[in-house]
T-cell receptor, first 117, second 111 residues
Framework: GAVVSQHPSRVICKSGTSVKIECRSLDFQATTMFWYRQFPKKSLMLMATSNEGSKATYEQGVEKDKFLINHASLTLSTLTVTSAHPEDSSFYIC?????????????FGPGTRLLVL | DAKTTQPPSMDCAEGRAANLPCNHSTISGNEYVYWYRQIHSQGPQYIIHGLKNNETNEMASLIITEDRKSSTLILPHATLRDTAVYYCIVRGTGANSKLTFGKGITLSVRP
């Protein structure tokens, strides 16, 4: 299957700082990227959807000014958690689909574990 | 997108077939059935998807009933590494379609 990478794999930061997470599609052009969040023992929850070159569409209850998403190219999307607080500690997972062998299938990255102290 | 119902958990013996059921009685004609799995602390892994015909790939087989209201994912020879949470998801087509995850089914493969 297609490969999606995320960086960093884990990050620890102080409360009030901002953290940027990168998501890259390595072998296909991602026309649409998705960002999910997963708390311990819970399922994945979709945060936002972004199409290349357009503003992201956020799910209900997700603060767009806190979780900044940029999808500037067909292979890169970034999620910035601004002014992070301990309650933002979670497992953040990106997903992508797009031009290539199977345009309808979403492929997921390995996830980024964020711990805010 | 239609919702799915899965049992919370099941187990099977290593080397035996694992049959994971999924109910999607409200599925509509243009919606696909997708299966993903998530091994602990990793991102979900795509397994297989189908519309109405049965599908098979190197990982699994997907059997969809004729009325499309339910499906079964079959892992033909389960190994310990198949222990994971398996998600059955129904998704339409189009630019605005997205995967919505339920609770999934936890498969435990025992030695």
């Amino acid at each position: 299957g297609a490969v999606v990478s995320q960086h960093p794999s884990r990050v620890i930061c102080k409360s009030g700082t901002s953290v940027k997470i990168e998501c890259r599609s390595l072998d296909f052009q991602a026309t649409t990227m998705f960002w999910y969040r997963q708390f311990p023992k819970k399922s994945l929850m979709l945060m936002a959807t972004s199409n290349e070159g357009s503003k992201a569409t956020y799910e209900q209850g997700v603060e767009k000014d806190k979780f900044l998403i940029n999808h500037a190219s067909l292979t890169l999307s970034t999620l910035t958690v601004t002014s992070a607080h301990p309650e933002d500690s979670s497992f953040y997972i990106c997903s992508a689909r797009g031009l290539g062998r199977d345009q309808e299938t979403q492929y997921f990255g390995p996830g980024t574990r964020l711990l805010v102290l | 997108d239609a919702k799915t119902t899965q049992p919370p958990s099941m187990d099977c013996a290593e080397g035996r077939a694992a049959n994971l059921p999924c109910n999607h009685s409200t599925i509509s004609g243009n919606e696909y059935v997708y299966w993903y799995r998530q091994i602990h602390s990793q991102g979900p892994q795509y397994i297989i998807h189908g519309l109405k015909n049965n599908e098979t790939n190197e990982m699994a087989s997907l059997i969809i009933t004729e009325d499309r209201k339910s499906s079964t994912l079959i892992l033909p020879h389960a190994t310990l590494r198949d222990t994971a949470v398996y998600y059955c998801i129904v998704r339409g087509t189009g630019a605005n379609s997205k995967l919505t995850f339920g609770k999934g089914i936890t498969l435990s493969v025992r030695p």
